[in-house]
């Protein structure tokens, strides 16, 4: 089963206890996904066909070029473009001649506006969230210990605070609901008020008073960077490293 390179043990993701499980588990699930579109499965025709239709955003483009040769790259943008120039463009399309657009519902326009608010990466990614996310809800219900292992987690970046509350509201029980959505926040909040403090500290080290106090903590160094990951879910070098993911 393909979809099952999809598929990893909450224990993988919520054990190893180092920054935002959610952001841990969504980039083994990015690397896994681009891996296997650049290995064998780019040959297969019904994912080349899913990759042609939905294409790719800029960041997942980004990591493709860092993973493997060009020629697997190149040999998937040769069958997308070949697919936009016939499939799209290729078409003969019918015209609005009174107002000067495309009828809608069968114009290229939509197919290209489609395109480009869609990545097959993206969406596989969010797929395999999502499904992810419910089997936690559904632990954090039923289990005692993985309430413990969650209350333990170091940090929810606020994007994934956010995946996991919009969920709760709308899968969990009345009954659970309340307890999770106290967890949940305390993992974001309790991290938020430190990174707060942190950059705070940060802007006075350029304040002339504090000039020759002695080298800043690490967590201070640290906190531009952080904070944007926090906000963003994405660390602001993870583009130039991406190579060596
Ligand atoms: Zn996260
Ligand atoms: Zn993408």
Same mark, same amino acid.
């Given at each position: 089963m393909r979809d099952s390179i999809y598929t990893i043990p909450v224990s993988e993701v919520f054990e190893p206890m180092d920054g935002c499980p959610i952001c841990r588990l969504r980039d083994t699930l990015e690397k896994r996904c681009v891996e296997y579109i650049m290995g064998a499965a780019m040959m297969e025709p019904d994912i080349r066909e899913e990759t042609n239709k939905a294409g790719f955003c800029s960041?997942?483009?980004?990591?493709?070029?860092?993973?493997?040769?060009?020629?697997?790259?190149?040999?998937?943008?040769e069958s997308h473009l070949d697919y936009i120039k016939k499939d799209i463009f290729g078409q003969k399309q019918r015209v609005d001649v009174k107002q000067g657009i495309f009828r809608k519902g069968d114009s290229r326009?939509?197919?290209?506006?489609?395109?480009?608010?869609?990545?097959?990466?993206?969406?596989?990614?969010?797929?395999?969230?999502?499904?992810?996310?419910?089997?936690?809800?559904?632990?954090? !219900?039923? !289990?005692?210990?993985?309430? !413990?292992?969650?209350?333990?987690?170091?940090?929810?970046?606020? !994007?994934?605070?956010?995946?996991?509350?919009?969920?709760?509201?709308?899968?969990m029980s009345r009954k659970s609901l309340p307890g999770f959505m106290e967890a949940t926040t305390s993992l974001t909040t309790k991290y938020l008020d430190q990174l707060k403090e942190d950059v705070s500290s940060?802007?006075?080290?350029?304040d002339y008073r504090n000039a020759g106090k002695g080298e800043p903590e690490e967590s201070v160094v640290t906190s531009v960077e952080r904070a944007i990951w926090y906000l963003t879910s994405r660390n602001p070098s993870q583009d130039d490293n991406a190579s060596t993911n």
């Open positions: 960041f997942h483009f980004q990591k493709m070029l860092h993973s493997r040769n060009r020629l697997s790259i190149a040999l998937m943008l326009l939509d197919q290209t506006k489609n395109m480009t608010k869609t990545c097959y990466v993206c969406d596989k990614i969010q797929w395999a969230l999502s499904r992810m996310v419910d089997t936690t809800l559904n632990l954090w !219900e039923k !289990e005692e210990s993985f309430r !413990e292992l969650y209350a333990k987690q170091p940090v929810l970046c606020l !994007e994934h605070y956010t995946l996991l509350a919009d969920r709760a509201q709308a899968k940060f802007c006075r080290l350029y």
